[in-house]
């Protein structure tokens, strides 16, 4: 009975002991666990807000752009939506986001980045989304859902666009939208160790690093939430069907372990105020098992050594010395087992500590770089401007030299007249003085028209006036060079809407350029051209120089791209023409000439005949842009 009763009580400690250490082993497991889910929680949401939140300023950008907003001024009849489709399909290239379009004042798309996909938004309707609403009740506008034509998941971000001739407190004439996808921050999510979720306010699983999560309910949905639902169409006919996650045990710090699909994790979650979101992540608890394990074996063993000391002992009642000394060597042992025990939980508890610092530094570092990135974008925004307005300034000096050059020649000869007594001759260099003056004032008004960069008002203006004062300009030159100059227009008079301060700045540049190109040609000749055909008319510039190379016709537009040596020109004088015609409605073209040299066109828009604003056109003066 003695040996039963002792066999009893060293299974029943053993046991207890066991249960013990698991416990233990547990709590300080789980511990661990939650503090490793709370970093990489944090690393993913500062992850996930910079992905987003980089692409906010994008639709307020494009909705500032003079060609949208003379888009959304004209009458539809009148607009031509090429050009505006294929500049919001380059920003969308640029920028990485899935789609940007354009809606009107009743949320019908009429410009969009897909216009050629078969599944494009043009004509399709989107008052009912919710960024609509926001951005055409004049603020930023911000919108998670299914795509109603592509079916992908996407984040919108819209802004409102005033047109041209809105006045202030007037309503939005339309609204920009931008489509980002979330494929790319999901694939990151897939290289941890956990499975990621992103949830909304009515607990629908909208963004997953386990395709098989997205699109469920982390709670069954009543019919009214589901109503709400499809009003928007946020998740299309999606079933959302229950994810099924059943909660086993709370414990501090918000955690929760939880059963999903026969696996057990814990769950640990963060709000994302700014989106209306939370962020939960579910980490399996593998590791908490096992130390559990390894808790049990510990405390069991260390009871088994203290049973066997106990009985080796009372076996040997007799052999008391001996006994001690083995008694005392145990303790020794256990004591030394328990000190490398406690050193190791130590070393451990001081890595996990040094590892969470490291995160946060590694945060704090990430939201100091994405400010220093915003910082440095505005910078090199207004470093571009400066240089544009001083390579004009500089431009426009080196044009007022031959009117300063022209106005001493008449002036001395007017001195001249009037001691000789032919009064009527001085008075005519005089006039000739005050023109001159007259245009230079022009010149210097045009550069502060062009650093406001303001909406100005587009006005009928003759083609071949504007040729006549742009060749006024290069009239020494072209006489010092021997060049010939072809006019190629009919007697009539051909009309475009422009400004005639702006399309004689481009004309001046294009025949600066064609002139350095022929500076090293024997016959040099000049060829410019105006032809009007249905409601276009296309101005030409041509030469017989050298041409342009491969590099030239791909490279040409971009700013700062010269093939001038080093001191010669910025590379911003093509670019800054461009920019020009494109406001004003049209497009420029350069091509190489199968006879030799090149060829500049210009189409702008076609008007009727003069008006009282048009019939000054040569009286407006222009600065030759920096001839790239």
């Given at each position: 009975m003695k040996y039963l009763l002792a066999s009893a009580a060293l299974i029943g400690g053993l046991a207890l002991t066991a249960w013990q250490g698991a416990l233990l082993a547990r709590e300080q497991a789980l511990e661990s666990l939650i503090q490793s889910a709370g970093n990489d929680l944090r690393l993913s949401q500062a992850n996930l807000t910079g992905y987003l939140t980089r692409h906010d300023y994008l639709p307020h950008l494009l909705a500032t752009r003079e060609s949208v907003r003379r888009f959304l001024a004209q009458s539809p009849a009148e607009r031509e939506p090429v050009p505006l489709n294929r500049l919001l399909d380059r920003t969308r290239a640029r920028a990485g986001v899935y789609d940007v379009y354009l809606l009107n004042r009743s949320g019908t798309a009429i410009a969009a980045s897909n216009w050629q996909r078969p599944d494009s938004f043009l004509g399709h309707n989107y008052a009912f989304r919710g960024y609509y609403r926001q951005a055409i009740n004049g603020r930023g506008g911000r919108f998670h859902a299914l795509g109603t034509q592509s079916g992908a998941r996407g984040y919108y971000f819209s802004a409102p666009v005033w047109d041209a001739d809105s006045h202030a407190?007037?309503?939005?004439?339309?609204?920009?939208?931008?489509?980002?996808?979330?494929?790319?921050?999901?694939?990151?999510?897939?290289?941890?160790?956990?499975?990621?979720?992103?949830?909304?306010?009515?607990?629908?699983?909208?963004?997953?690093?386990?395709?098989?999560?997205?699109?469920?309910?982390?709670?069954?949905?009543?019919?009214?939430?589901?109503?709400?639902?499809?009003?928007?169409?946020?998740?299309?006919?999606?079933?959302?069907?229950?994810?099924?996650?059943?909660?086993?045990?709370?414990?501090?710090?918000?955690?929760?372990?939880?059963?999903?699909?026969?696996?057990?994790?814990?769950?640990?979650?963060?709000?994302?105020?700014?989106?209306?979101?939370?962020?939960?992540?579910?980490?399996?608890?593998?590791?908490?098992?096992?130390?559990?394990?390894?808790?049990?074996?510990?405390?069991?063993?260390?009871?088994?050594?203290?049973?066997?000391?106990?009985?080796?002992?009372?076996?040997?009642?007799?052999?008391?010395?001996?006994?001690?000394?083995?008694?005392?060597?145990?303790?020794?042992?256990?004591?030394?087992?328990?000190?490398?025990?406690?050193?190791?939980?130590?070393?451990?508890?001081?890595?996990?500590?040094?590892?969470?610092?490291?995160?946060?530094?590694?945060?704090?570092?990430?939201?100091?770089?994405?400010?220093?990135?915003?910082?440095?974008?505005?910078?090199?925004?207004?470093?571009?401007?400066?240089?544009?307005?001083?390579?004009?300034?500089?431009?426009?000096?080196?044009?007022?030299?031959?009117?300063?050059?022209?106005?001493?020649?008449?002036?001395?000869?007017?001195?001249?007249?009037?001691?000789?007594?032919?009064?009527?001759?001085?008075?005519?260099?005089?006039?000739?003085?005050?023109?001159?003056?007259?245009?230079?004032?022009?010149?210097?008004?045009?550069?502060?028209?062009?650093?406001?960069?303001?909406?100005?008002?587009?006005?009928?203006?003759?083609?071949?006036?504007?040729?006549?004062?742009?060749?006024?300009?290069?009239?020494?030159?072209?006489?010092?060079?021997?060049?010939?100059?072809?006019?190629?227009?009919?007697?009539?008079?051909?009309?475009?809407?422009?400004?005639?301060?702006?399309?004689?700045?481009?004309?001046?540049?294009?025949?600066?350029?064609?002139?350095?190109?022929?500076?090293d040609t024997e016959d040099p000749h000049l060829e410019l051209s105006a032809t009007r055909d249905g409601g276009w008319v296309t101005l030409g510039v041509a030469d017989n120089g050298t041409g342009l190379t491969e590099e030239g016709l791909t490279h040409l537009f971009e700013p700062f791209y010269t093939t001038r040596a080093a001191g010669k020109g910025l590379g911003l004088g093509l670019s800054i023409s461009q920019r020009i015609i494109t406001d004003l409605g049209g497009r420029l073209e350069a091509q190489n000439r199968e006879a030799g040299g090149a060829l500049f066109l210009i189409h702008l828009p076609a008007t009727s005949g003069a008006t009282d604003d048009a019939s000054g056109t040569t009286d407006h003066a222009s600065g030759a842009i920096d001839h790239e």
């Amino acid at each position: 009975m003695k040996y039963l009763l002792a066999s009893a009580a060293l299974i029943g400690g053993l046991a207890l002991t066991a249960w013990q250490g698991a416990l233990l082993a547990r709590e300080q497991a789980l511990e661990s666990l939650i503090q490793s889910a709370g970093n990489d929680l944090r690393l993913s949401q500062a992850n996930l807000t910079g992905y987003l939140t980089r692409h906010d300023y994008l639709p307020h950008l494009l909705a500032t752009r003079e060609s949208v907003r003379r888009f959304l001024a004209q009458s539809p009849a009148e607009r031509e939506p090429v050009p505006l489709n294929r500049l919001l399909d380059r920003t969308r290239a640029r920028a990485g986001v899935y789609d940007v379009y354009l809606l009107n004042r009743s949320g019908t798309a009429i410009a969009a980045s897909n216009w050629q996909r078969p599944d494009s938004f043009l004509g399709h309707n989107y008052a009912f989304r919710g960024y609509y609403r926001q951005a055409i009740n004049g603020r930023g506008g911000r919108f998670h859902a299914l795509g109603t034509q592509s079916g992908a998941r996407g984040y919108y971000f819209s802004a409102p666009v005033w047109d041209a001739d809105s006045h202030a407190g007037d309503a939005p004439d339309g609204v920009m939208v931008v489509k980002v996808g979330l494929d790319a921050i999901e694939a990151e999510w897939q290289r941890l160790g956990a499975r990621l979720l992103v949830t909304d306010i009515n607990g629908i699983v909208f963004m997953a690093s386990d395709p098989a999560l997205r699109l469920t309910a982390m709670q069954p949905l009543s019919d009214s939430a589901r109503r709400g639902l499809r009003t928007t169409r946020r998740y299309a006919d999606e079933p959302l069907p229950d994810l099924g996650l059943e909660i086993t045990e709370s414990l501090a710090e918000g955690a929760r372990l939880i059963r999903l699909e026969n696996a057990e994790y814990l769950s640990l979650s963060r709000p994302m105020a700014r989106f209306n979101w939370s962020l939960r992540i579910l980490k399996p608890l593998t590791p908490v098992i096992r130390a559990q394990w390894l808790g049990a074996l510990g405390a069991g063993g260390a009871w088994m050594l203290l049973a066997l000391g106990g009985a080796i002992g009372w076996q040997r009642q007799r052999l008391r010395r001996e006994r001690e000394r083995f008694a005392e060597r145990e303790r020794n042992t256990l004591a030394q087992a328990r000190d490398e025990l406690e050193r190791h939980v130590a070393t451990r508890t001081e890595e996990l500590l040094a590892s969470n610092r490291h995160l946060s530094q590694e945060i704090e570092e990430r939201k100091r770089a994405e400010e220093s990135l915003r910082q440095t974008r505005d910078e090199l925004v207004q470093a571009a401007r400066l240089a544009v307005l001083g390579q004009l300034a500089a431009s426009i000096n080196h044009e007022l030299n031959q009117p300063l050059t022209a106005i001493r020649a008449y002036a001395d000869n007017a001195r001249i007249l009037l001691e000789r007594d032919r009064p009527a001759e001085a008075t005519a260099n005089l006039v000739q003085i005050a023109e001159l003056i007259e245009r230079m004032a022009t010149i210097s008004a045009q550069l502060r028209q062009f650093s406001r960069q303001g909406s100005e008002r587009l006005t009928q203006v003759s083609v071949q006036a504007c040729f006549d004062y742009a060749l006024r300009l290069f009239h020494s030159r072209l006489v010092e060079s021997n060049l010939r100059v072809n006019k190629c227009w009919a007697a009539q008079t051909l009309w475009v809407r422009a400004d005639p301060v702006r399309l004689e700045q481009v004309l001046v540049n294009l025949i600066g350029n064609a002139l350095q190109a022929m500076h090293d040609t024997e016959d040099p000749h000049l060829e410019l051209s105006a032809t009007r055909d249905g409601g276009w008319v296309t101005l030409g510039v041509a030469d017989n120089g050298t041409g342009l190379t491969e590099e030239g016709l791909t490279h040409l537009f971009e700013p700062f791209y010269t093939t001038r040596a080093a001191g010669k020109g910025l590379g911003l004088g093509l670019s800054i023409s461009q920019r020009i015609i494109t406001d004003l409605g049209g497009r420029l073209e350069a091509q190489n000439r199968e006879a030799g040299g090149a060829l500049f066109l210009i189409h702008l828009p076609a008007t009727s005949g003069a008006t009282d604003d048009a019939s000054g056109t040569t009286d407006h003066a222009s600065g030759a842009i920096d001839h790239e």
